[in-house]
């Protein structure tokens, strides 16, 4: 069983960055197409980017040119890297992750998820 354990979340200001990490664990055999959603209060979850088995990449509108999906497979770890940050980029942010080729940002694509990791954005 694959654990996806989040970290890099925090508190930044309008125009900051973070880079969140997404570390997986346990029995990884096969290749994991992985990616991040993010959920604020009272609003469902979304899809941000994701990065399949071959390395291709897709963002949702409202992220692309700020934010940066990236793998390090060596060592089991998913990264996105957020710029110009905006209040409205405030939500729980979760790592995802399903065994195989996926390129699309739907959740019901992805079976493993992580706990989440907060990212709060002040004017």
């Known amino acids: 069983q694959v654990q996806l354990v989040e970290s890099g979340g925090g508190s930044v200001q309008t125009g900051g960055s973070l880079r969140l990490s997404c570390a997986a664990s346990?029995?990884?055999?096969?290749?994991?197409?992985m990616g991040w959603f993010r959920q604020s209060p009272g609003k469902e979850r979304e899809g941000v980017a994701c990065?399949?088995?071959?390395?291709?990449?897709s963002y949702a509108d409202s992220v692309k040119g700020r934010f940066t999906i990236s793998r390090d497979n060596a060592k089991n770890t998913l990264y996105l890297q957020i710029n110009s940050l905006k209040p409205e980029d405030t939500a729980m942010y979760y790592c995802a992750a399903i065994r195989g080729w996926s390129n699309a940002l739907v959740q019901g694509n992805y079976n493993l998820w992580g706990q989440g990791t907060q990212v709060t954005v002040s004017s």
């Open positions: 346990g029995s990884i055999y096969s290749p994991y197409s």
């Open positions: 990065i399949d088995t071959y390395g291709a990449t």
